[in-house]
Each structure stands twice: as structure tokens, then as C-alpha cells.
């Protein structure tokens, strides 16, 4: 935990004064309890953001090589990753995702996928949507702003200090479930209202800027 935490007011923190980050609506992100923290996603950059919005630690998966870097994975492991398959076959890393939100863990998932271009909300994977359900946990939409534009350009040599907002919208409470198994249904309209929520706080975070 203390690891977390300097490691989070070193990079996060640094990365939110040089960026001159702004948020909106921190207060709804829920003191206790499990939730999906689910952003926009336009950046690699998006991750130390994140951290910095959320006071609470975060859990967050990585793919399976980078934990074999030898020095990178012990360092990815103490900041909260854990390792999942990128084929969508990992049992063990889809287990490990709902114990973590029922024992009350932050679980940071990026609904669009990979990262994403331009100012629309691509499609989501229905993978936040089945894990708060799974869970009976609430989702958080957040709305990223200006991590694109850090690196836009390959061909240059420093970031690009612009400001970067963060919007938090209002937690998505999953519906309850009589069994454990968890209707297709269900999912797809849960995907559906977060996709909507999260092009209008994306939409209000732009805005801002």
C-alpha cells in the first residue's frame, strides 16, 4: 500500500500538475464498496490519470507479457495488475476480477477496448457491463479528455503539455440478480446505457477543455 501510494503521488500526481488535469465530479466515485471505474480510452497515458482520480488503490489488468518482464512485472503486480489472456479465454483472471469487486476492490476497465480516436465513444466490449453484473457491483463512467493529444504525433520528441479533464458521471447501479448466472439481455442493455452515459460526460469533459 505504501508502494501505491508514492509511486501514485510521484507519476500520477506529477503527471496531473504537468497536464494541468481537472475534475469534475470526484465526489461521486464511491467511498466504500466495490465498482467498475470504466473511462474513456485515448491514451496510454489514461492509466496514471486514472490512478490520480481515484483516491482508493485500483486493480487493473495487464496482458500476460508484460508480467514476464522480469523487473516490469513485479513493479506492474505491486501497483494492483494482474495478468489476463487477450483472447478472452482467462477463467482465472475473469474469477480473480469478481472476487476483487466483491471483496470491495476498484476495478479499472476500459469499455471501448483499446485505445480509441476521435470524439465519439466507440462501441463497447460487453466486459464491464458482465463483470458489475457478475459482481452486483455499480459502474462509474468517466470521461478522459486531452490524454489524446499528449502523444498524437509519434514523431515527436516531448509530450504535449495540454490540459486534461476528467468528468465523472453518476454510478450505474447493476439490477439485481436472483442466480448467478447472468442474462445476455442483461448485459447488452447495461453495455447500451453505459455507452450513453459515457459519451456525455466524454462530450462534457471535452467541453471543458
Request: net charge positive; glycine share 10%.
Amino acid at each position: 500500500m505504501l508502494f501505491y501510494e508514492i509511486v501514485r503521488f510521484m507519476v500520477a500526481g506529477g503527471s496531473a500538475v504537468a497536464f494541468r488535469t481537472r475534475i469534475e465530479g470526484r465526489d461521486k466515485l464511491p467511498a466504500t464498496g466495490g465498482y467498475v471505474l470504466a473511462p474513456s480510452h485515448r491514451s496510454m497515458m489514461d492509466i496514471p490519470f486514472a490512478a490520480w482520480l481515484s483516491r482508493r488503490p485500483l486493480r487493473y489488468m495487464g496482458k500476460v507479457s508484460l508480467f514476464r518482464i522480469p523487473v516490469a512485472g513485479w513493479f506492474f503486480r505491486r501497483l494492483g495488475g494482474f495478468e489476463v489472456a487477450r483472447d478472452g479465454t482467462d477463467r482465472k483472471a475473469l474469477r480473480d476480477s469478481i472476487a476483487m469487486l466483491q471483496g470491495g476492490e476498484v476495478l479499472l476497465v476500459y469499455p471501448e477496448g483499446t485505445r480509441q480516436n476521435g470524439p465519439k465513444i466507440q462501441p463497447l466490449q460487453p466486459g464491464a457491463a458482465y463483470l458489475a453484473l457478475r459482481a452486483g457491483v455499480p459502474i462509474v463512467p468517466v470521461g478522459l479528455a486531452g490524454s489524446e493529444e499528449i502523444l498524437r504525433n509519434h514523431r515527436l520528441k516531448f509530450p504535449r503539455f495540454r490540459r486534461v479533464v476528467m468528468v465523472v458521471g453518476d454510478p450505474i447501479v447493476s439490477p439485481p440478480r436472483d442466480s448467478g448466472v447472468v442474462p445476455r439481455e442483461q448485459v447488452d442493455a447495461l453495455t447500451a446505457r453505459l455507452h450513453d452515459a459515457l459519451q456525455v460526460v466524454f462530450d462534457e469533459a471535452n467541453d471543458l477543455r
